[in-house]
């Protein structure tokens, strides 16, 4: 283009990159990027295993002093900027500030490749759940028939059971990216968001009736008052609403840009925030309740039976439900669930890929949506098909999210906040039309206590990582696919920001809104 478009923000630049077409919308669009996987198998057992009823005092403070302050960092950040994450930081910033908008950008890109997987298992075992196809060994049928494990470094053999609905969740995703911001992710949040509401909260009645299911009730909500004195269950709080919330790697700044100038963003937060946290409770109602059975069919306490991740999703869950009256309706209600929760998050993790790459490269949007989508689909299908697809997947997502995600939100907090000096810029943006009033606290939160939380977290896991080989893998596994992704989207991301921009844009902020 050699035309510059109109000053960042105006109705024509956003005309080119979409938008929401309102408030309800967006805030349905972010609660299904918050709502995702994490919230149904992982939420549970933290709770569980973190002081039980007491677990709730410090996820509360987590979630009003870090959760809720970062989320509207990243509204702000967005929603002032009007661009993708890279572009929002090269105008709050310059071009040394882009770089963090690519390091969020290269981080969605790693967790979109295997995401994707997972989403595609849960596809599979909705329809085995019909006829119980695992047996009476989920485990075995789980690792062994299903994904045909190997070990690390032993085989790389596709295995067509996750071939063929991996290849069917990404033409789904690339569909519904190309369709664009409206037409395609806010559409699909409308229909999916309550969808997924409805067949969760079918599941948690059915679940609650079953027998046993207040023993495993009572084992969640039971407070032991002695964990609130333990530094690492204020840690376990504070790291689960961060990653719950989908802040931190350009998320949320990318649906921010797509909303218009005059939307209440912090009322917005608020809803998007507790939306987030009563689906999390909702889910550990359901769960445990359904654990507390297995428990009790089984003739043993509830805590030799609760677990969380893949081992509740695929091995616990189908044991649950071999064993259920209506288990066939339990079965196609979560892993639905899990299908549904997944696709709203893959499509807002992919689509800040995607916005990144429009901005810079000057493309439209179907051609950015394939540019992104088919290289990510051809890389998800030859890592995450193979029969060493699990240990892959697992040993990037932990790494990827302890040590990208949170150290790239310590970074980016810190930088607008004491670097370039922009929160109370950003704090007066938000207010201008926010109808939750931010005022000092805020700044102290976003610019001191929620970067010194996430720290100790980010130490916490830096610790436990060397004192003992994550997951038990080999040496090479953890430093090429663990260490090496972290470090890779860093490399990835100081290359990128110091390419030239294609599309002439305005780099600066909004003129009507610079104050200094």
Not at 50 to 75: R, S
Request: aromatic share 12%; hydrophobic share 55%; charged share 10%.
């Amino acid at each position: 283009m050699s035309d510059q478009v109109p000053p960042s923000g105006t109705s024509q630049e956003q005309r080119s990159r979409g938008a929401f077409t309102s408030r309800k919308v967006f805030i349905l669009a972010a609660i299904g990027s918050a709502v995702g996987l994490g919230n149904i198998w992982r939420f549970p057992y933290v709770a569980y295993e973190n002081g039980g009823g007491a677990f709730v005092i410090p996820y509360l403070v987590a979630l009003l002093v870090a959760g809720l302050p970062f989320l509207l960092l990243d509204y702000g950040i967005g929603h002032r900027y009007r661009g993708s994450a890279p572009l929002s930081f090269r105008r709050l910033g310059g071009a040394t500030a882009e770089t963090l908008g690519w390091w969020q950008v290269g981080i969605c890109a790693v967790i979109a490749i295997y995401y994707a997987v997972i989403i595609a298992w849960a596809v599979r075992y909705t329809f085995f759940s019909i006829d119980q196809s695992w047996g009476s060994a989920p485990d075995d049928f789980f690792f062994g028939e299903f994904l045909q494990t190997a070990d690390p470094g032993i085989g790389l053999d596709f295995v067509g059971g996750v071939l063929w609905p991996l290849l069917l969740v990404w033409v789904a995703v690339i569909a519904i990216m190309v369709a664009g911001v409206q037409k395609g992710i806010g559409a699909t949040s409308v229909v999916f968001i309550p969808l997924l509401v409805v067949a969760f909260l079918a599941l948690v009645v059915q679940s609650l009736f079953l027998p046993g299911a207040a023993a495993g009730l009572d084992a969640l909500f039971t407070p032991s008052w002695g964990a609130l004195t333990d530094a690492g269950v204020w840690a376990a709080a504070f790291g689960q609403i961060f990653f719950s919330l989908s802040v931190g790697f350009g998320i949320m700044i990318t649906y921010a840009s797509y909303v218009g100038r005059k939307t209440d963003m912090t009322g917005s937060g608020m809803v998007v925030g507790l939306a987030n946290s009563s689906f999390e409770l909702l889910a550990g109602i359901g769960v445990f309740a359904a654990l507390g059975f297995m428990a009790q069919a089984n003739g043993v306490a509830v805590d030799e039976v609760a677990t969380s991740g893949l081992g509740l999703a695929f091995i616990a869950f189908p044991a649950i439900i071999s064993e259920a009256p209506a288990g066939a309706v339990i079965g196609v209600l979560f892993f639905g669930s899990l299908v549904v929760a997944g696709i709203t998050s893959l499509v807002s993790v992919i689509e800040v890929v995607i916005s990144a790459v429009r901005d810079k490269l000057d493309l439209g949007r179907a051609t950015a949506s394939l540019v992104v989508g088919v290289p990510a689909a051809v890389v998800s299908v030859l890592l995450f098909a193979t029969t060493t697809g699990v240990p892959i997947l697992d040993t990037a997502d932990h790494f990827i999210n302890r040590f990208g995600i949170l150290l790239v939100a310590v970074v980016s907090m810190l930088a607008v906040t004491w670097v370039y000096r922009d929160l109370d810029h950003l704090r007066d943006h938000l207010n201008r039309t926010g109808s939750l009033r931010l005022g000092s606290w805020w700044l102290v939160l976003v610019g001191v206590v929620t970067p010194a939380a996430l720290v100790y977290v980010l130490i916490d896991e830096l610790r436990a990582v060397l004192a003992e080989p994550y997951g038990g893998y080999p040496t090479w596994l953890i430093n090429s696919i663990g260490w090496g992704s972290a470090v890779l989207v860093v490399v990835v991301a100081l290359v990128l920001a110091r390419l030239p921009w294609r599309r002439t844009v305005d780099l600066s902020a909004p003129p009507e809104e610079v104050s200094r």
